[in-house]
């Protein structure tokens, strides 16, 4: 890991290894350029995925260094045009190695189960592409959250979403081997904008999610290209080649995940159509964790020959499935057609229950990973029962006069439904697994936005619904399937089933998104867990006096 601190990360290659540009004695080579600087405070926005950001004007406006001659002052310069593209790159020099190895060893041992799309066992920090482990250290330093580990975070991943951009050349032909770990360090960085609590992150986030998904959708198509040239010639018989094709291949299978899990975030967060349209019941798996980190090619032979019979699903690509349908939503309720976009909404519904009664058993089975996995389930069904917009537009998130009338109308009579029941029963199971969280864990990508999605329907249900809302005892698992396969699966207990099904008064969903919103002011090093839970707290407090956030 030497020279990690004198990387130029506009001036080199992508495929090149580290370059050491300034002497290893270096004064400056563990601090930014001028010494640490701290960001200005910011003031919290209350709506993490309000679409409306305020552009504030550059503090340094660009000026021309060209001296207009008299007379001609009004004239366009070429010189001060060919400027204004050359916009000056900040100076990014690193923090100190101990830092940057922190960084890793933190993904390598806590992190890497959120993103799980670098094959650990043959990662080399001194020998990968720069950018994906600059990425890998940026994602680490939000999760370790001090305010330096902070400040380098946001420096880290504006320098690096920059140097993808600068770099990538879609005229040339590059090898797999060049275009794989930037892809990797793109989709890392996705992470990170879903996970930092910030808007300008969450819209980056969006615009580069289709130029990701597009180059992974290229890459696949080369690496084809290349087995099928492979394939013609004679087989190989060399295990260690082998082996290397195998993890090439799972890696861009693994990346197809994160695409399809970030498509169905993003439409999910923002409640827009997924710049991908998604076959949830068709996403390709992933192999197992344990094979794809075998250490050795004689290791990853044997755990071949175990698992002979078709794998279960590991949790990641479990996960890809579920945003599968959230993204299906997110086009469905996009039509300008009312009644085809229930259709098909109640069409995809039935697809998931169907899904979910046949997979339960895999959505429970893992204990490292189940909470994660259900609880994602559970806020796929929340999102096809109800129209998450509207409920944020009822709460201000647009403005204060961005909800009519008509619309809280709706949602008044969508509280007095056994669609509003069957939700609010979803988003008390939510709010069983988030208590289950461990001070030690590290939760997915999906947890927190799920969380604030329960959160918020509770607390809207509290106000909406009729007082005697519970006073008609419906038998949810005779209804609706799902109830009744999470019961046979035995994962909550009895009392837990039965508090979840049979007591939804809305003094209990009141009680409820209190708590879920002191919950997610703690859960985990994600920021944008705090983020939400200062918007739930609001709402729930404006909801009280009746009065729109703004």
Request: proline fraction near 7%; charge should be negative.
């Amino acid at each position: 890991m030497e020279d990690l601190g004198t990387y130029d990360l506009f001036n080199a290659c992508p495929g090149n290894p580290w370059l050491p540009l300034r002497p290893p004695d270096d004064q400056h080579s563990g601090h930014m350029s001028g010494g640490p600087q701290r960001p200005p405070i910011e003031i919290p926005q209350r709506w993490f995925n309000k679409r409306f950001v305020d552009l504030q004007p550059s503090s340094r406006p660009f000026t021309s260094q060209t001296t207009l001659m008299p007379g001609r002052e009004h004239e366009i310069s070429r010189d001060a045009l060919a400027g204004s593209l050359r916009k000056q790159l900040p100076d990014v020099t690193l923090p100190s190695t101990g830092f940057l190895n922190r960084c890793i060893r933190m993904f390598s041992t806590q992190l890497w189960h959120i993103i799980p799309i670098v094959h650990l066992p043959t990662f080399r920090p001194a020998q990968t592409n720069p950018l994906l482990l600059l990425s890998i250290c940026s994602l680490s330093a939000l999760a370790e959250g001090s305010p330096d580990a902070l400040y380098h975070a946001e420096r880290l991943f504006t320098a690096i979403n920059k140097a993808i951009l600068i770099s990538s050349q879609p005229s040339e032909v590059v090898s797999i081997e060049q275009t794989l770990p930037i892809l990797q360090a793109a989709a890392i960085g996705q992470t990170y904008a879903l996970l930092s609590g910030k808007t300008t992150d969450l819209m980056l986030s969006q615009l580069y999610h289709g130029p990701l998904g597009f180059g992974i959708l290229a890459l696949e198509k080369l690496m084809l290209q290349s087995r099928a040239t492979e394939l013609s010639m004679s087989p190989s018989l060399d295990p260690e080649q082998d082996w290397s094709k195998w993890i090439q291949l799972q890696t861009v299978i693994r990346l197809r995940n994160a695409i399809q899990i970030h498509n169905g975030e993003i439409s999910a967060i923002l409640h827009a159509p997924s710049t991908f349209r998604s076959d949830p019941v068709n996403v390709q798996t992933a192999a197992p964790d344990a094979l794809f980190l075998a250490k050795t090619p004689a290791e990853w032979t044997a755990a071949s020959s175990r698992n002979v019979s078709v794998p279960l699903p590991v949790p990641f690509s479990l996960c890809a499935v579920i945003e599968g349908f959230i993204a299906a939503v997110g086009h469905a309720r996009a039509t300008p057609f009312a009644e085809v976009g229930l259709q098909t909404t109640q069409a995809l519904l039935a697809m998931l229950c169907t899904w979910f009664d046949d997979s339960i058993q895999l959505l429970t089975s893992d204990s490292a990973n189940k909470l994660s996995v259900l609880m994602l389930c559970h806020s796929c069904y929340i999102h096809m029962l109800c129209d998450m917009d509207l409920f944020e537009r009822a709460c201000g998130r647009d403005g204060a006069q961005a909800a009519s009338t008509e619309e809280k109308q709706t949602i008044r009579d969508w509280a007095s439904t056994a669609d509003a029941r069957r939700a609010a029963c979803h988003a008390f199971y939510i709010q069983l697994l988030l208590e289950r969280f461990r001070l030690s864990d590290v939760p997915g990508m999906h947890v927190a936005r799920s969380s604030w999605h329960a959160g918020l329907l509770l607390a809207v249900y509290s106000s909406y619904a009729p007082i005697t809302a519970n006073a008609e005892l419906w038998k949810l698992e005779d209804t609706f399937s799902e109830f009744n396969s999470v019961r046979k699966a035995k994962y909550y207990t009895e009392q837990e089933w039965t508090s979840a099904t049979c007591d939804i008064t809305p003094e209990r969903c009141s009680a409820a998104s209190f708590a879920m919103a002191a919950i997610l002011r703690r859960l985990g090093p994600w920021r944008n867990a705090a983020t939400y839970a200062d918007t739930l707290g609001h709402v729930i407090d404006l909801l009280e006096r009746d009065e729109p956030l703004t």
